[in-house]
């Protein structure tokens, strides 16, 4: 078969598997019970990976060079990224969650490359100049493995926060291992355990609960309690079910792993694209927008781990963070490319 048709034909192929695979794992998290769909949605990833695997290696052989040169190929390589990422994610959390979230995001990302890039911009071209080193399998290859671990990773604190409905629920049980759950009232909540609290008599301003004297007509004074108006408050949020405490510490649990594993390959990756500019133009850092906006992606992710670790913060505050980082990840893979010109620009739209 030709490389071209094979290519062709392995596009169109991951598009349909990823269409598939978000079904599957849509349906059996609608419907848990069912039978034969959790590892279904595994091996249908599985699959996926494997053609776009297929498909950027008949690219090189066809090539010659490493199949990062265009926005049609590092689109591929990304979603490649993004469902090794799943897997190993999968694997090692036990979890059919994350294909709810990451299988939607890497078929929209094939779906674009398949059927809304123009026909040239899918073919290969020979190389220009700057890109002719072998720092661009080093530099470029980790950069994006590490935008797809990170958009992973981010995408698991933006389900957190749908799940935990954005309330400030304060895990305990993802990096310390204590598995409880604090809430705004600061009072410690454990999956399965319901919390109930007996209702407290009105209080005056002066934080004292006032009793009258009264005497009955026999010489013994009775203390009656008056109660005092209550005061205006605001309703509380509606409580999570364990379930959802459960499913939140999931989440917030592989989030967090998952971006631990991506900012070591940015770092890296920014390391490389430091040292391949001092060879290609002289220069370690000039301030390209591109490299400005990694700079800005790494400074994003470092905040996540370093309040995470070295501060403690839990649940929500660091969910913001990380799904802030998944814009500020776009930003840098496409929208500078998009917004401006730069000496990352050529080979994708100017």
Same mark, same amino acid.
């Given at each position: ?11 169109? +192929? ?13 349906? $059996?998290? +609608?419907? =848990? ?28 052989? @066809? ?20 469902? /090794?990422? &799943? ?17 939607? %995001? /890497?078929?929209?990302? %094939? ?8 026909? @040239?911009?899918?073919?290969?071209? =020979?190389? %220009? =100049? ?8 080093? &530099? ?36 310390? $291992? ?11 909540? #454990? ?12 209080? @005056?301003?002066? $934080? ?40 939140? @510490?999931?989440?917030?649990?592989? *989030?967090?792993?998952?971006? $631990?594993?991506?900012? =070591? ?20 850092? *000039?301030?390209?927008? #591109? ?10 992710? +470092?905040?996540?781990? &370093? ?33 401006? #010109?730069?000496? &990352? ?6």
């Amino acid at each position: 078969m030709n490389l071209v048709v094979l290519q062709n034909w392995l596009d169109n +192929a991951s598009f349909a598997v990823l269409f598939l695979t978000m079904l599957v794992y849509w349906v $059996g998290a +609608a419907f =848990p019970n069912l039978p034969g769909f959790a590892p279904l949605g595994t091996a249908f990833m599985a699959i996926a990976n494997l053609s776009i695997a297929t498909l950027l290696g008949a690219r090189w052989i @066809e090539a010659g060079y490493f199949p990062l040169s265009n926005l049609y190929e590092s689109l591929f390589f990304l979603t490649w990224g993004i469902t /090794a990422v &799943h897997l190993i994610a999968e694997n090692s959390s036990r979890s059919r969650l994350v294909g709810v979230v990451t299988a939607p %995001v /890497a078929m929209g990302i %094939v779906a674009f490359a398949t059927l809304t890039l123009p026909s @040239e911009m899918q073919v290969s071209e =020979p190389l %220009v =100049p700057a890109l002719k080193s072998n720092w661009l399998m080093m &530099h470029v290859s980790v950069m994006m493995l590490s935008y797809s671990a990170l958009m992973v990773g981010a995408l698991m604190a933006i389900a957190f926060l749908i799940v935990t409905r954005g309330q400030n629920i304060q895990l305990q049980g993802s990096s310390v $291992g204590t598995g409880g759950y604090r809430s705004n009232g600061y009072k410690l909540r #454990k999956a399965g355990e319901l919390i109930t609290q007996l209702p407290t008599p009105a209080i @005056e301003n002066n $934080g004292f609960a006032r009793y009258e004297s009264n005497n009955n007509g026999n010489g013994t004074a009775v203390l009656n309690l008056i109660t005092a108006p209550e005061s205006k408050t605001v309703p509380s949020a509606e409580p999570l079910s364990p379930q959802r405490l459960s499913l939140a @510490e999931t989440l917030d649990n592989i *989030s967090y792993r998952i971006i $631990g594993l991506g900012f =070591p390959l940015l770092t890296i990756g920014i390391i490389a694209g430091a040292v391949w500019a001092n060879e290609a133009w002289g220069s370690y850092w *000039s301030w390209d927008p #591109k490299e400005t906006w990694a700079l800005i992606t790494w400074l994003v992710f +470092a905040a996540y781990l &370093h309040t995470r670790i070295t501060r403690g913060w839990q649940g929500r505050s660091p969910a913001i963070l990380a799904a802030t980082g998944f814009v500020v990840v776009w930003i840098c893979y496409l929208g500078v490319n998009l917004l401006g #010109k730069g000496l &990352h620009s050529y080979g994708w739209f100017f």
